[in-house]
């Protein structure tokens, strides 16, 4: 990992590691690490063992503190969800509760971070409907969903044995990361200038 560089921190996937959202949120930080960002991931392996969320009680979820001190450095945030019966997995919306975290942050919750969003589902019509609802919770918390999102319908489009997608995907996870990078960069240079307002 390279010490400069935006950091891009990635949220998601499933409960396996050769999961297609896994895959694809690996292939999508991969992207970026060659754009110069530096990439940390936390997958479904990481975040199921995060409570469930308990806003009783936020203060006291140590589980929590890596995920929540790796998002509160991010440039720039990817959260890859599959699509269940139309809309984010609850693994994912239950890491998502946690930036709660953040809320008394100088910079709270995802205020000032880029977010792009990637979805798997067995369907199109799950493809889209789940990738509005990341993106609504993204606004919810303050966030700059990008312009691109990515959609895989994981029913006709698979991973090779290698678990490496065609170019098409490869093509769109690498639209997804330059516009991650260049709304870092862009970020990075407004508040070396004085402009911390955009």
């Known amino acids: 990992m390279l010490d400069s560089g935006p950091l891009i921190v990635g949220i998601g996937g499933s409960t396996s590691s050769t999961s297609v959202t896994n895959l694809l949120l690996r292939a999508c930080l991969d992207q970026a690490a060659a754009l110069g960002a530096r990439a940390m991931a936390f997958t479904g392996e990481d975040l199921v063992g995060l409570p469930i969320f308990d806003a009783n009680g936020i203060d006291t979820t140590p589980a929590a503190s890596p995920l929540v001190a790796a998002v509160r450095a991010a440039d720039a945030v990817i959260i890859a969800t599959p699509g269940y019966h139309g809309g984010m ?12 975290l953040l809320r008394d942050d100088e910079r709270p919750y995802l205020d000032g971070r880029a977010v792009g969003v990637i979805v798997a589902a067995s369907g199109w019509q799950a493809c ?4 509005v609802s990341v993106r609504s919770a993204i606004h919810a918390l303050r966030g700059w969903p990008t312009p691109f999102g990515v ?3 994981s029913a006709v489009q698979h991973p090779a044995a290698d678990g490496s997608f065609d170019e098409n995907i490869t093509g769109a996870l690498r639209i997804l990361a330059g516009q991650l990078t260049d709304f870092a960069g862009w970020r990075a240079a407004a508040r070396a200038s004085g402009l911390s307002a955009i």
């Open 128 to 131: 889209g409907s789940t990738l």
């Open 89 to 100: 997995s609850g693994l994912v919306k239950n890491a998502i509760d946690h930036l709660e």
């Open 151 to 153: 959609t895989v319908n």
